[in-house]
């Protein structure tokens, strides 16, 4: 398969940690990459590769992997992390860029 | 600071033929592959199309391949999309983006810098 699914919506309470999950056969060759996307706004570079935060994004943003599940945590979320969110993997073709359906999250 | 900076959209109707520019600034723009990605509206990201640093090798999504050309001009550290036969459902806003369909050891480049994206409506 040469898709990406994410859950269409998530919720925390404020405070809380909440993960956000990535799954594809890509993921279990590449790390999936993060970004979010509030309205009216340019997506944001999160987290790329293993574990790695963009410049200036906060410390409870961190990625994980197991099998062909990416995962996003947000410990302690904020109520600016309510925004959508996207994974994004490169195809195992070699020749696309995949991204996910997208995770709106909602804080509490 | 680096800055893209899209430019060209409007209101075409289908069949129609558009073209979209990307301004770079604050970076070796010669030294980075770039792409185009596109939101619909009420839809998720769709990555469309990349060019590689020097121009040579492109790839597009299977929804545009044969209707949209992406292409740069490393003087003018400007990336293009050459969009034809347009259709309504291209409507979307469409963001440049810098980064190569490259990985390493697991690791894919990422899209590390967006432009803030010019709308294209496709519509009779």
């Known amino acids: 398969s040469s898709e990406l699914t994410q859950d269409p919506t998530v919720s925390v309470v404020l405070g809380q940690t909440v993960r956000i999950t990535c799954q594809g056969d890509s993921v279990r060759t590449y790390y999936a990459n993060w970004y979010q996307k509030k309205p009216g706004q340019a997506p944001v570079l999160l987290i790329y590769g293993k574990n790695n935060r963009a410049s200036g994004i906060p410390d409870r943003f961190s990625g994980s992997i197991s099998g062909n599940t990416g995962s996003l945590t947000i410990t302690g979320a904020q109520a600016e992390d309510e925004a959508d969110y996207y994974c994004?993997?490169?195809?195992?073709?070699?020749?696309?860029?995949?991204f996910g359906e997208g995770t709106k999250l909602t804080v509490l | 600071q680096v800055q893209l900076v899209e430019s060209g959209g409007g209101v075409v109707q289908p069949g129609t033929s558009l073209r979209l520019s990307c301004v770079a600034t604050?970076?070796?723009?010669?030294?980075?592959?770039m792409n185009w990605v596109r939101q619909a509206p009420g839809a998720g990201l769709e990555w469309v199309a990349v060019v590689s640093y020097d121009g040579r090798n492109k790839y597009y999504a299977d929804s545009v391949k044969g209707r949209f050309t992406i292409s740069r001009d490393n003087s003018k550290d400007t990336m293009y999309l050459q969009m034809s036969s347009l259709r309504p459902e291209d409507t979307a806003v469409y963001y440049c983006?810098?980064?190569?369909?490259?990985?390493?050891?697991?690791?894919?480049?990422?899209?590390?810098?967006w432009g803030q994206g010019t709308l294209v409506t496709v519509s009779s």
């Open positions: 994004s993997c490169r195809d195992r073709s070699g020749d696309h860029m995949l």
């Open positions: 983006a810098r980064g190569a369909l490259y990985c390493s050891e697991g690791s894919c480049y990422p899209f590390d810098q």
């Open positions: 604050g970076f070796t723009f010669r030294s980075y592959a």
